[in-house]
C-alpha cells in the first residue's frame, strides 16, 4: 500500500490538491482512501471529498504528529473496507515535525506494509510572498510565520500553488525566494484547481525511494505560541427559507459577511471555508486572506429551500472574537436572504501543541 502525505499552511490548498491527485490514480487504475485530520469535529474537508465520492476516513480532535497509533488503526480500517492501493493524508494546517513523528514512525514499524511516498508541502502565494520577504506586516506575528516557515523546512518538496492567479513576475519572485531560503528542493508551480503544472507535482509523488529525510529542529515553546495566536472555530447548522433561493450566492454572502466582521477587528484569515450540501449536490466557498474576495471554489448550481452548512474558520485573533464575528457574518448573510438558521453545533476554541 502506498502512503502520501500532502502538507502545507492553512489554506494552501492541500484538498483540492488530494481530490486531483485521488483522481489521477483512479484513472490509473489504482484504488485510492483519504484521511483528514483536525483539532474539531465537523470538518469540511471531510464533507467536500466524501461529496465527491471518494473514500475518506476522518481522525478528529487530534493532530497525526504524536497519534501513530490512531493514524494507522485508520488506515487499516480503510484497508478492510475499501482495500485501496493508496492511502493520502492530510495533515492539520499548523501541525509540524511529520517527518519525525509520523512518517520516520511509520517507515520503521511498518516498513513492510506501507511504501512512503515524498512528503511534500503546498505554498499558498497570499501569506508566502509578506513572509518570505520578511515584511513586518506579514498578516500574521513571528510567532505564526514560525510554523509557517518550519512546514517547508522538512519538505521533501516544495508546491507553490495557485499560480493561475499569479503573474509571472510574481510567481518568479516567490519562487526565488523559496531556492535562496529552503535550498536543495525540487519546487513545482501548479495550480490545484486548473491542473496547470500538476502532473509535475504528481510525478515527484509517483516516486520510489526513501522519503521523508529532514528533521527539523523545534522549539515546541515557539510551536505552541504559534498555535496559540489563532482561533479555531467549526460550526453546523441548518438553514431554511420557505421560498427558493441561488446556494452558491447565498455561501458567497456568507464569507463576505463574515471577511467584513473579521477586517473590522483586524484579524487575519489562515483559512475560511463554507459548504453547503442539499441532497447529492453541494457548494464550498473560501476566503484565502481577509484581503481577497470571496471564492467559490465548488459551484454546486443548486436552488433550495434548506441547506446544511458547515463552517470552519482558522483566524488569527481571540476565540471570543472569531466566535462574534462569525455569528454576525452568519446572521447578516441569513438576513439579507430571508433565511432561518437553526443551530445544531460549534467548536470554538484556542489550540495548543498539547492538544495535538
Not at 199 to 221: H, N, T
Not at 263 to 286: C, M, P, Q, T
Request: hydrophobic fraction near 45%; proline fraction near 4%; glycine fraction near 8%.
Amino acid at each position: 500500500m502506498r502512503f502520501l502525505m500532502l502538507g502545507g499552511f492553512l489554506g494552501a490548498g492541500k484538498t483540492t490538491t488530494i481530490a486531483r491527485l485521488a483522481r489521477r490514480f483512479e484513472a490509473h487504475g489504482k484504488k485510492t482512501a483519504i484521511i483528514t485530520n483536525d483539532k474539531a469535529s465537523e470538518l469540511v474537508d471531510t464533507l467536500n471529498l466524501r461529496a465527491q465520492g471518494f473514500h475518506v476516513g476522518e481522525l478528529p480532535g487530534v493532530c497525526f504528529c504524536g497519534n501513530v497509533d490512531e493514524l494507522v488503526g485508520m488506515i487499516n480500517a480503510l484497508g478492510t473496507a475499501y482495500r485501496p492501493d493508496v492511502v493520502m493524508a492530510e495533515p492539520v494546517g499548523s501541525c509540524l515535525d511529520i517527518v519525525a513523528t509520523v512518517i520516520r514512525p511509520l517507515r520503521t514499524a511498518y516498513g513492510d506494509r506501507f511504501e512512503i511516498a515524498h512528503y511534500g508541502v503546498l505554498v499558498k502565494p497570499t501569506h508566502a510572498t509578506k513572509i518570505l520577504r520578511g515584511e513586518e506586516n506579514a498578516g500574521f506575528s513571528p510567532k505564526a510565520a514560525y510554523l509557517f516557515r518550519k512546514q517547508l523546512e522538512e519538505a521533501d518538496f516544495i508546491m507553490l500553488n495557485r499560480v493561475d492567479q499569479l503573474s509571472p513576475q510574481r510567481a518568479d519572485e516567490i519562487e526565488t525566494l523559496l531556492r535562496e531560503q529552503y535550498p536543495d528542493r525540487p519546487i513545482v508551480r501548479m495550480s490545484a484547481t486548473t491542473g496547470e503544472g500538476f502532473e509535475a507535482a504528481a510525478a515527484l509523488f509517483d516516486q520510489v525511494g526513501e522519503f521523508g529525510r529532514r528533521i527539523i529542529e523545534l522549539d515546541y515553546d515557539a510551536y505552541g505560541a504559534g498555535e496559540a495566536e489563532l482561533g479555531w472555530l467549526n460550526a453546523d447548522m441548518m438553514v431554511r427559507r420557505d421560498r427558493p433561493f441561488v446556494l452558491d450566492d447565498f455561501l458567497l454572502a456568507v464569507v463576505g459577511a463574515i471577511r467584513d466582521r473579521l477586517n473590522a477587528i483586524d484579524a487575519e484569515a489562515s483559512h475560511l471555508k463554507v459548504i453547503g450540501i442539499h441532497g447529492g449536490r453541494f457548494g464550498v466557498a473560501n476566503l484565502v486572506s481577509t484581503s481577497a474576495a470571496p471564492e467559490l471554489s465548488r459551484r454546486s448550481d443548486a436552488i433550495v429551500e434548506a441547506v446544511r452548512l458547515v463552517v470552519n474558520a482558522r483566524i488569527k485573533c481571540p476565540p471570543s472574537d472569531l466566535r462574534r464575528a462569525v455569528a454576525e457574518g452568519l446572521q447578516a448573510a441569513a438576513t439579507e436572504f430571508a433565511c432561518k438558521l437553526e443551530r445544531l453545533g460549534e467548536q470554538c476554541f484556542r489550540p495548543g501543541v498539547a492538544s495535538g
